[in-house]
C-alpha cells in the first residue's frame, strides 16, 4: 500500500508544541454555491478583515428539477451540472486550492447518487466540493447576510427561499441565535403544485397550505426569540423584490399586499408562462409560483408585514468564512471546544492523545504542517480531542458512539465529508481495523488510523507520561514501530496491547513490524 519508506530515523515523540499554520491570506478568494436552483461563483479580494466583490458568475441549473421520485439525479442535470462547472472552473483556473471553497446545498444532500456524482463534478470544477448540512448552510447564510446589512446590531429574522430547501435564522451582529433548514423550495414546489407553470387559486392554496404546515414546526420557538426586521436573501428573495417595486406594489422590499397581488396576477394569467410584469426575468418564471407561495405561507405564519432585501447571501458566507480560517477564526475549532464542553470530554487524556498522535503523525509525514498537509493534521487532533464523546453515553463500546455522534450531529463549521472522515478515525481508532477497511480508500487516511489507534494505546494509563520512547516510519506494505526494551518490559499491559495491535493490522493484510532498541546512555 506505501510505495515509498522513510528513510530517515525520527527523534522519539516529545511534548507537541503546535508550531502554528504557515498560512498567508490570499488577495484574491472564491466561493462557489452550487444550489438546487442556481450555481454561483463570486470571486472577492481581501482588505484587511473586508471582501471587495471582483467578478460574478451565475448558472440557471435547476439541479432540482433532475430529481426523479426516487431521490436519484438523472442525466440531463448533471451533464447541466458539469457544463456549468466546467465554465466555473475555467474562470477559476490557477487559484491556488486554498483560495476556493465549493459549498453544496439541498439536492446535494438528498440525492442518493451524489457519491458516484461528487468526483466527477469535481473534476470538472478543478476543487473539492463540500456537501453542507440544512443548519451549515443556514449558518453561512447569516453571515453574508450580516455582513452586507448597515446595521446587523438590530436583531434580525432572516429568510432564504432556495430552490430545495429554505433556511430560517435569527441573528444579533454576526452571531445566529436560531438557525433552522426545512424541506421546501422554490423549485420543489413549483414542480409539485404548479407542473408545466400550470396556476390556479386550488393549486396556490395547497402549496401555501404545504409551506405553513412545515413552517408551523419552528415558529414558536422563533416568536419567543423576537426580531427587529425581517431580511429575505438570495434568488427568490431578490426576484420577488424586482417584481413587487418594479410594477408599482410596493415603495420598497417586499410587503404582505405585493405578496397577495401578486398571487392574484399569477392566477389570473393562468399559467407562469404567460405572467407579463416589468422585472420578470426568464430564467425565473419556471419557479415563481412555488417561491411566491412559500413566501407567503412565510408572511402569513411569522406575522409578517414588511421584509427587505439583503444582497449577502450564502456565497457571501462562504468567503468570509473562508477568510476567518485565513485569520485562525476558524468556527472549526469553536464547534470542537464546545463538543468536548458538551460531552463531558477529558480534556487532559484528550490532550494527551492528541500530543501524541501529532507526533506519530510527524514522524510518518515529517512536513506534516506545510501548506499541504495541515488540513490532514488538523483533522487528526480533532479526532483526538472528540474520540471520547461517546463516553458520556456509555463507556463501552464508546468509540461507536463516538463515531455515530460525530457522524450525525450538528458540526458548524464542518461539512457532511468532514464529519464522515471525522467518524471514520474516530471509529478506526480502537476495536477490529476490518469494520472499517472497506471505507478507507486514501493512503493518508490510513496513517492518520495508525497514529491515533497508537495515541490511544499508548496513553491507556491516563498518567500523564510526557514523553513516550517509541519510533514509527512507514514501510513498504504498512509500519515500523520501534519500542524502548526497558520501558517495554516494565508495562506488560502495553506490549500485550501492542501484540494485539500487529494482529489487527495483519488482519487487513498490512504489516506492522514491531521490535525494541536499548536507550543509550546519556
Not at 478568494?29 to 460574478?56: C, E, H, K, T
Not at 407567503?296 to 462562504?318: D, P
Request: contains cysteine; charged residues 25%.
Amino acid at each position: 500500500m506505501f510505495v515509498e519508506a522513510i528513510e530517515k530515523t525520527p527523534a522519539r515523540i516529545r511534548p507537541f508544541r503546535n508550531p502554528g499554520f504557515a498560512i498567508v491570506p490570499h488577495e484574491v478568494i472564491a466561493a462557489v454555491d452550487l444550489g438546487s436552483n442556481s450555481f454561483r461563483l463570486q470571486v472577492g479580494r481581501v482588505v484587511g478583515n473586508l471582501i471587495y466583490p471582483l467578478d460574478s458568475l451565475k448558472e440557471s441549473v435547476r439541479l432540482a428539477a433532475g430529481l426523479t421520485p426516487e431521490k436519484v439525479l438523472d442525466d440531463d442535470s448533471q451533464t447541466r451540472a458539469i457544463e456549468a462547472l466546467s465554465r466555473f472552473g475555467e474562470r477559476l483556473r490557477g487559484f491556488d486550492a486554498k483560495a476556493v471553497r465549493a459549498v453544496a446545498t439541498n439536492t446535494w444532500r438528498v440525492a442518493k447518487n451524489v457519491p458516484q456524482f461528487l468526483p466527477k463534478a469535481e473534476a470538472a470544477l478543478g476543487f473539492p466540493i463540500e456537501v453542507v448540512a440544512g443548519r451549515e448552510e443556514a449558518r453561512l447564510i447569516y453571515l453574508g447576510v450580516a455582513h452586507s446589512m448597515a446595521n446587523p446590531g438590530r436583531q434580525q429574522l432572516v429568510v432564504d427561499v432556495g430552490g430545495g430547501s429554505t433556511e430560517f435564522i435569527i441573528g444579533r451582529q454576526f452571531k445566529p441565535l436560531q438557525l433552522e433548514s426545512l424541506y421546501m423550495g422554490c423549485v420543489s414546489f413549483s414542480l409539485r403544485y404548479f407542473p408545466g407553470g400550470k396556476v390556479d387559486k386550488k393549486s396556490m392554496k395547497e402549496a401555501e397550505l404545504a409551506a405553513r404546515r412545515e413552517l408551523q414546526t419552528i415558529v414558536y420557538p422563533y416568536r419567543e426569540t423576537g426580531w427587529e426586521v425581517a431580511v429575505g436573501s438570495s434568488g427568490t428573495a431578490k426576484a420577488l423584490v424586482d417584481l413587487i417595486e418594479q410594477n408599482g406594489m410596493s415603495a420598497g422590499g417586499i410587503t404582505r399586499d405585493g405578496l397577495d397581488s401578486l398571487k392574484s396576477m399569477l392566477v389570473r394569467a393562468g399559467n407562469a408562462n404567460r405572467l407579463q410584469l416589468d422585472g420578470l426575468r426568464p430564467d425565473r418564471v419556471p419557479v415563481l409560483p412555488g417561491g411566491v407561495a412559500i413566501m407567503s405561507a412565510v408572511f402569513k405564519e411569522f406575522g409578517l408585514e414588511h421584509m427587505v432585501f439583503s444582497e449577502g447571501a450564502l456565497r457571501l458566507g462562504v468567503l468570509y468564512d473562508l477568510l476567518g480560517r485565513y485569520h485562525h477564526d476558524d468556527l472549526r475549532e469553536a464547534t470542537v471546544d464546545d463538543f468536548m464542553r458538551r460531552y463531558a470530554v477529558d480534556r487532559l487524556q484528550a490532550e494527551r492523545v492528541g500530543r501524541t498522535a501529532i507526533g506519530l503523525f510527524t514522524q510518518l509525514v515529517p512536513d506534516a504542517y506545510s501548506e499541504s498537509n495541515e488540513d490532514d493534521a488538523s483533522v487528526l487532533l480533532w479526532a483526538a480531542r472528540l474520540h471520547e464523546v461517546g463516553v458520556s453515553l456509555a463507556h463501552s463500546s464508546y468509540h461507536k458512539h463516538s463515531a455515530y455522534i460525530l457522524a450525525n450531529a450538528d458540526m458548524p463549521g464542518f461539512s457532511r465529508r468532514d464529519q464522515v472522515r471525522l467518524s471514520r478515525l474516530v471509529l478506526a481508532h480502537r476495536g477490529k481495523l476490518e469494520r472499517v477497511q472497506p471505507d478507507v480508500t486514501d493512503a493518508r487516511d490510513w496513517l492518520m488510523i495508525f497514529a491515533l489507534r497508537l495515541a490511544a494505546l499508548l496513553n491507556r494509563a491516563r498518567d500523564g507520561n510526557a514523553e513516550l520512547p517509541v519510533l514509527v516510519a512507514m514501510s513498504a506494505h504498512g509500519f515500523n514501530l520501534q519500542v524502548e526494551a526497558g520501558w517495554l518490559a516494565e508495562s506488560p499491559l502495553t506490549a500485550a496491547a501492542l501484540d494485539e495491535e500487529v494482529r489487527q493490522w495483519s488482519g487487513i493484510g498490512m504489516d506492522l513490524k514491531l521490535k525494541t532498541y536499548k536507550q543509550k546512555a546519556d
